[in-house]
């Protein structure tokens, strides 16, 4: 039997930018497109060229992706012609072949929102759509308010979408904006715009996680006859969020009787990515991955419950509707049981820590962690400071130099120009084989940039380390995050470190402390550690 | 037309705390009870009484509710009678007038899990529910697994729900325990139950969001008959959690077809409360809320978009699903680089800065906030901010201070003892009226900890600024956020602090610098100047 192709098209980048308190740069835009395409998405709508200056950055930068990377705007306004629309021209400037314009087809806004007639909004989606169709772009129209629209006025909506249909539009895409239609009442409109001629292979579904059914509904639009959904990773997006394709793609893939069905653009193989790609755009986002997001989430896969924990030992399927490994993520059995210590007996023999079944050090292990963790240390990411913990603890961990004092100083002041201007200064004194050592850096980078007191420290560390420092030389920090624990006026910051040296390894280390500085020493230095280790071990 | 009632079924305090890292104790099981039963449900399961202390200590001392308070438990064990089974006695030690225990409805469980044969099971089930029933209580079947027996085997499946319905069990629950059935399935199922003979006035559904379908497949089961919907309140569960009462609630009060189909025992005026029992219960948890939830969320009703935010102020229906009020939410307009000009004047008035429709400062203001979010600012939380910029664009901004410079030393060093000890030094020199004052903080709190650098810079700023520093007297920096907005070693820090003042404002600034202290410094800075414009213009 031939599966039907469904067409998967992502606007983490434009809606799921509308989520309170999201702003991405540019690099973040080309960082998500690249993980979107290595996906297998069809579609990556890139942000309204011209309507705000990271979106516009973007295309004049574009990735080269397998998707078709698509600009988004609106139809052109009442009283000009589609070629003589400023806004629609800055759109098409961007030069995709895929340009998604969103258009009113509910009446209600045409008048409120737009204040023009009725046939002046069918005009401007007509004409807008047959402009981009001679330009040679692939046009796709975005229905806004089409599910209400149908509601109040059904010929309206209906009159609106075929304008776009007739004039060209490869895809129409019904979008219930406002996110308040269930999915019931979902399908049954979508079906009525099936019977009312425009084939279920050019239509798309667009929906929003006001009442917590934008997966539920994009599901049965596609049971109705849609096939393309759009959506977001993580179910970005305005309020409440998009349609989550991060739970959708699983869905389509891995479940009846969609996976039958059906094929997407993405392969088993991606889907295995599936995990580090929510993990990175939380990453990139700051943000807390949400832990019981589906198959994603870090509790997805968690058993609490004593009966659940003991059955999933005999066999997982007895408490998981799907194995975790399939989306990249993993089963969690907490730390207080038996099935707990043998996760972590997995976690030291991956750090190449050999411990026997029943060791008393796992416990001893399991209850620092424990302790250290409460304080607002995170071993989850920072996997090479988990290493040196277990080390100490087991006596395995050798005692390379020793920092005796450090001292920075940041100083603000104005120039000989009059500007403002900031340097920060570090001495920092350690001991190699009795022998004392100091070392001073400042926090200029080669362009006479401040780079702040971190970097300033993190240089004066690393200056001179006896004969360690040639070690040293293939090594440097590439990410730095830093997290406020616990809020108000005593704060504790937990800084997190990822290092990567020259044969590729690539690792996390973590520091904790109400002073910042101390937080960013602490993780600076196990990330020395491990390096040293490792490469001693060699 | 008689609407039908449903009822709910609340197990927050049951399959809730099995939420990972979820732990209620008694105190906290008593409140949340309390807010259930203003809120209105017919059902609170209170625990299983005997599997955990605090679950029997919660029974010993139940709070008095018009909701029925239920004990949960699990069928007799095989090769006992229901009378002699410990662990059913426990439960029924509880006293409660209803009681729901649950059973396996699925062949497969039965061998693996419990390793007895498909009979005795069937005869366990019968057997629990009528000596239940024989002790006068109201008695509920939760059928474990029902959906995936049904698949695997529908006679079997069929055969558990038959002999708790006639063993006379009030209400026979479906359970999609592991949450992996979509909802057309979940419905087809349900409806096979029903007709099957079993009424779907005595069938409940309780449904897992693994997919992110849980609300969805409690309403397709309401759809296919089931009268009763199990659920917990903010979603909390095994995994990734229950079905969620907080938005299954709103749904069947204002959506339709269910509004006018179904009545349920949540009253409009219990539903204004929704909001703040969903934030109580984080409260309870020291979650952060999630913003992006449906209904009750911060972001919920917020308008980021400037195509929405303007057409929102013509009318709120054009962008909301119901009114915000209703739930006992609130509508945000966030200032944002999406945000229109109309989005900006309301900000602008609600900081009391009164500007015409048109006035070309708005055009300027928008170019200033769209560059500073470039460089990583975020005025969509950092309101206070926003108007200092504002106020700066118009030529409203007075010249309060100047900081000349300052000087923070941070130094990390072994104490008398030996141990490892960290002091921070700051020293800011200020103009004000044209006279230059100095002013020195440590970092030290009361205790003699260390609170590092950002305090004692912050310290130091406050400590004399003349005939301002009266001012400042009652003012308090109650949060600290840091977060990264670019990463690697060119890091770029932003910094979100909230204050408060004697007076019960509260208010947020921004800095942003690859510098973190400069960038605490700025936001240090914004919530000075704030506080005394404010008072000033008192």
Redesign the interface.
């Known amino acids: 039997m031939t599966r039907e192709r469904l067409s998967l098209y992502d606007t983490t980048l434009r809606d799921g930018?509308?989520?309170?308190?999201v702003?991405f740069?540019t690099?973040e835009k080309r960082q998500i497109a690249s993980a979107l395409d290595a996906l297998g998405v069809d579609y990556i709508e890139g942000g309204w060229p011209g309507?705000?200056?990271?979106d516009s950055a973007f295309f004049d930068a574009a990735p080269d992706t397998q998707a078709r990377l698509t600009a988004f705007g609106?139809t052109k306004r009442a009283g000009m012609s589609a070629e003589n629309d400023d806004v629609l021209a800055a759109v098409l400037n961007a030069g995709t072949k895929s340009v998604c314009i969103v258009g009113k087809a509910h009446d209600?806004?045409v008048k409120?929102?737009l204040g023009i007639t009725l046939e002046e909004n069918t005009d401007n989606i007509a004409k807008s759509i047959a402009h981009l169709v001679a330009q040679g772009r692939e046009a796709l129209f975005d229905a806004e308010h089409f599910f209400d629209g149908y509601k109040a006025n059904p010929d309206y909506a209906l009159t609106t979408i075929r304008a776009a249909f007739d004039a060209g539009a490869r895809w129409i895409v019904l979008c219930d904006?406002?996110?308040?239609t269930?999915?019931?009442?979902l399908a049954e409109i979508t079906r009525a715009v099936i019977e009312a001629g425009i084939p279920g292979d050019r239509l798309g579904i667009h929906t929003h996680?006001?009442?917590?059914?934008?997966?539920?509904?994009s599901?049965?639009a596609v049971?109705a006859g849609v096939r393309q959904i759009q959506g977001t990773l993580n179910?970005l997006g305005?309020?409440?969020?998009n349609a989550?394709l991060t739970?959708l793609i699983p869905?389509l893939l891995l479940?009846?009787?969609y996976a039958s069905r059906y094929e997407i653009g993405v392969t088993h193989d991606a889907l295995r990515g599936l995990t580090r790609t929510s993990r990175m755009l939380d990453e990139?986002l700051?943000r807390?991955p949400?832990?019981?997001?589906?198959?994603v989430?870090?509790?997805?896969?968690?058993?609490?419950?004593g009966?659940?924990a003991s059955?999933i030992a005999?066999?997982p399927s007895?408490?998981?509707?799907?194995d975790p490994a399939l989306v990249g993520n993993a089963r969690?059995i907490?730390m207080s049981n038996q099935a707990g210590q043998s996760n972590l007996r997995k976690r030291l023999s991956d750090a190449g820590l050999a411990v026997e079944k029943g060791d008393p050090a796992l416990g001893r292990i399991l209850e620092v962690v424990k302790d250290r963790e409460a304080q607002g240390y995170a071993y989850d990411t920072a996997q090479a400071s988990f290493e040196l913990l277990a080390r100490d603890v087991m006596g395995q961990l050798p005692q390379l130099f020793e920092v005796?004092?450090?001292?920075?100083?940041?100083?603000?002041?104005?120039n000989a120009e009059g500007r403002m201007v900031?340097l920060?200064e570090a001495v920092v004194v350690v001991e190699v084989d009795g022998e004392k050592r100091l070392s001073v850096s400042e926090?200029l980078d080669e362009d006479g940039?401040?780079?702040?007191?971190?970097?300033a420290l993190s240089k004066a560390l690393v200056k001179d380390l006896g004969k360690y420092s040639s070690l040293l030389d293939d090594m440097?920090?590439?990410?730095?995050?830093?997290?406020?624990t616990q809020?108000?006026?005593?704060?504790t910051?937990r800084v997190i470190i990822d290092s990567e040296d020259g044969q590729g390894r690539r690792w996390s280390t973590v520091g904790v402390?109400?002073?910042?500085?101390?937080a960013s020493?602490e993780a600076l230095l196990d990330a020395i550690r491990w390096k040293l280790i490792r490469d001693r071990a060699q």
Chains 1, 2 share one sequence.
């Open positions: 930018q509308q989520t309170q308190g702003q740069s690099d309507a705000n200056p990271t609106m209600f806004h409120t929102a904006t406002n996110g308040g269930l999915p019931a009442e996680d006001d009442t917590e059914n934008a997966v539920a509904c599901l049965a049971d179910g305005e309020r409440c969020g989550n739970t869905i479940k009846e009787p990139i700051n807390v949400m832990k019981q997001a589906g198959f989430g870090s509790s997805a896969f968690a058993h609490k419950a009966l659940h059955a005999k066999d007895t408490y998981e509707h799907i969690i907490p005796e004092r450090y001292r920075v100083t940041v100083e603000r002041r104005r900031s920060s926090s940039a401040d780079r702040g007191p971190v970097n440097r920090l590439v990410d730095f995050k830093v997290r406020i809020g108000g006026t005593e704060a910051t402390s109400a002073n910042i500085l101390d020493f």
